[in-house]
């Protein structure tokens, strides 16, 4: 019997080995992980060129950074954004040429190399300092390739149960645009010209307003009329001034005017992290607005990009959608 509990012993161990080995942490979708050895001082430097703070209200990166050195690289090989800096006298020289076999000065790019969607980075050239200068010159581009995987992970989370054709349908019929949203949403329509949306778990809102003809595309004027909005419909919701970024992008072929930030209702005393997105089409005035709830999470950018996404799917009457979704 104690020749069989001794043989049985090393099976157990050798398998608990097994199954250390296949579970390393995965990290979040938004986390960068920079392989950069040699690189100790200039750690912010990274994190300034291709990250960006959002208040939500909460201070909030828009990716987490994680400096390491090749040699810890095994606990983070299933990470999904991974950055590795080197020139020919840096530690991890011999780590780098495994995975990027060309050692000539650039930037490279590599899908799928350790694990499955994963998106690697090399920056390579002749000395740390022209390697700082390489990374520096292409941040936009990483950045944007970071930000593109990033959303592609969070569509497949906002969609994971599918779609609601059903209310998709429904919105268009009824205000002549509508969205892809998945199962859960509830619809509230308030007049003509205003509807909401809403969803928990966390707690979730879109408001949709339309005028019938356009608007100067200025953000103070959009926060101002979403305020207004809010007094009438929300018990005095209104957007915290001191939170707030501005940006442009394209919506359905026309600028649109981003706001992110934060809402707050000191009458309910809530608030929580919103994205507004504002334009012009076809001589009428479209803004779409997303709002979270949800005190227990700090980080709520994930949840303001989901609902970046929905609004990017927007459909309208007069764009070529003539028939029901």
């Not at 942490?25 to 990274?46: A, K, Q």
């Not at 000191?266 to 607005?289: A, E, R």
Request: hydrophobic share 35%; aromatic share 16%.
């Amino acid at each position: 019997m104690w020749r069989k509990f001794i043989f049985a012993v090393p099976i157990v161990l050798l398998l608990a080995c097994e199954r250390a080995e296949e579970y390393r942490p995965t990290g979040r979708e938004n986390e960068v992980v920079f392989i950069c050895d040699g690189f100790p001082d200039h750690i912010f430097t990274l994190d300034s060129l291709i990250n960006d703070t959002f208040f939500t209200p909460q201070e909030t990166p828009l990716f987490r950074i994680t400096p390491i050195t090749y040699e810890q690289f095994i606990t983070y090989m299933n990470y999904k954004n991974i950055v590795i800096l080197s020139y020919p006298d840096s530690p991890n020289h011999e780590f780098y040429s495994r995975v990027f076999p060309s050692t000539g000065v650039g930037v490279y790019i590599r899908k799928n190399v350790f694990t499955e969607r994963d998106l690697v980075f090399g920056v390579y050239s002749e000395s740390k300092d022209s390697v700082l200068k390489l990374l520096n010159y292409y941040a936009p581009v990483l950045k944007q390739r970071i930000f593109e995987n990033y959303i592609s992970f969070l569509k497949d989370k906002e969609y994971f149960l599918g779609y609601d054709k059903k209310l998709t349908k429904k919105l268009f019929k009824e205000h002549g645009f509508t969205f892809e949203l998945s199962p859960g949403w509830v619809y509230i329509n308030h007049d003509e010209n205003f509807f909401t949306l809403y969803k928990h778990y966390p707690d979730r809102f879109i408001y949709c307003y339309t005028a019938a003809s356009e608007k100067p595309l200025d953000a103070n004027a959009f926060m101002h009329i979403r305020d207004s909005l809010g007094q009438i419909y929300y018990d005095g919701d209104q957007i915290l001034r001191s939170s707030i970024r501005v940006d442009t992008i394209g919506i359905n072929g026309v600028p649109a005017i981003v706001i992110v930030g934060a809402w707050q209702n000191d009458k309910n005393t809530t608030g929580g992290g919103l994205i507004n997105i504002s334009f012009n089409k076809d001589g009428c005035f479209y803004m779409f607005d997303y709002g979270i709830y949800n005190p227990d999470v700090q980080d709520k950018i994930e949840y303001i990009l989901r609902g970046y996404l929905i609004f990017k799917t927007v459909k309208l009457k007069n764009d070529g959608h003539s028939k029901n979704p």
